[in-house]
């Protein structure tokens, strides 16, 4: 059975700079600082990105003093791979489908 991808997180993962924070969060949980350095992008840009990755799901906080560490729900991600091999699977089949004009 085919299930819906999520748009907020295909939407997530759209953005440039943040897919670039997920393929550097599923190698380690990094604090804002470090993802500051890692992408070079301004702290308040960001946030902002962080809130949508959080929004989407893909993404859980752990405060450690002041400090917030980032880190991905691998469960989210193996759900999206899991909902577009299904996708694959049926596309296969698909060109055997063909509706009548």
Same mark, same amino acid.
């Given at each position: 059975? &085919? /299930?819906?991808?999520? @748009?907020?997180? $295909?939407?997530?993962?759209?953005? @440039?700079?943040? &897919?670039? $924070?997920? #393929?550097?969060?599923?190698?380690? #949980?990094?604090? /804002? ?5 890692? #992408?070079?992008?301004?702290? #308040? !840009?960001?946030? !902002? ?11 859980? /906080?752990? @405060?450690?003093?002041?400090? /917030?560490?980032?880190?991905?729900? @691998?469960?989210? &991600? +193996?759900? &999206?791979?899991?909902?577009? +091999? ?7 089949? +698909?060109?055997? !489908?063909?509706?009548?004009?």
């Amino acid at each position: 059975m &085919l /299930t819906s991808v999520d @748009p907020d997180v $295909i939407r997530a993962l759209g953005d @440039p700079l943040r &897919l670039k $924070i997920v #393929t550097l969060l599923a190698r380690e #949980t990094l604090c /804002t600082t470090h993802l500051v350095a890692e #992408t070079g992008a301004k702290q #308040t !840009n960001l946030s !902002n990105h962080m809130k949508v990755l959080r929004e989407a799901g893909l993404v859980e /906080t752990e @405060p450690c003093g002041r400090f /917030t560490y980032y880190k991905l729900r @691998p469960d989210v &991600l +193996a759900g &999206l791979s899991e909902q577009f +091999a299904a996708l694959a699977t049926a596309a296969r089949g +698909a060109a055997e !489908n063909k509706r009548a004009c």
